[in-house]
């Protein structure tokens, strides 16, 4: 058995991972941080193999520095924080890292599809949507595929842009544009479900990575 704490356990991301440690066969929830429910991290850390953190982009570094220097592996989908001064953190420490700014297989999909795309049709403006109660902007997987849609050859127009609105949970279209065409994709999360079994296979897949820190759930692929 994982033993698994869950940071961000309140939250709506948070409530759902503790949901789905709790039903797994092979992980055991032991433990929920939450300011909302009067447990700290420190409270929690001792006993557990691994963290989920869903917190918020302030807390979510020292968070995870504190799993990292605890020698507890750390599973982070907290986005729009410092990844660079996490990858340091993880560096030094004798517990690995992992990172991934969309736990959803149809957004790697996306992502990677993407990827494909680019060095053919490389001019693209990324839009994203999310509900209106999320803290940072652009979205952590829209800056993750931008950087992906450049790297392999593609020129994503700036500014990404942002929608935040009710009714809305995680979504994103990327649009390549060439001389008489168009090629749109789209991704929909619409229940918070829909990332649950990445976070289980980084929950066990985590404590094997053969580097401490790692980004993106295509690594676990
Ligand atoms: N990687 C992904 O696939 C993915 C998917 C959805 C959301 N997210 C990200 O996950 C994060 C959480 O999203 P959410 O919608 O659940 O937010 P939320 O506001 O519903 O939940 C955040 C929770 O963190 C708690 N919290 C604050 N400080 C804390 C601390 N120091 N220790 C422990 N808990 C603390 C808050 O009390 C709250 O309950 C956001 O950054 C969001 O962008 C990532």
Known sequence: MIKVAVAGAAGRMGQAVCETVEAAEDTELIGRADPALGVELA????????????????????????????????VV??????????RAAAETSSANCFV???FAIGAVLLMQVSQAIAPHMPECEIVELHHDRKLDAPSGTAKRTAELIDAAGGNVHQPIHSVRLPGLVAHQEVIFGGEGQTLSLRHD?????SFMPG???????VGGLPDRFTVGLEKLL
């Open 43 to 74: 409270d929690v850390l001792a006993d557990a193999d691994v963290v989920v953190d869903f917190t918020t982009p302030d807390t979510a570094l020292a968070n995870a520095e504190a799993c990292l220097e605890a020698g507890v592996h750390v």
């Open 77 to 86: 989908g907290t986005t729009g924080f410092d990844l660079e001064a996490l």
């Open 100 to 102: 991934a700014p969309n």
């Open 189 to 193: 999360s619409i229940d918070r479900r």
């Open 199 to 205: 976070v289980l296979l980084a929950v066990r897949k």
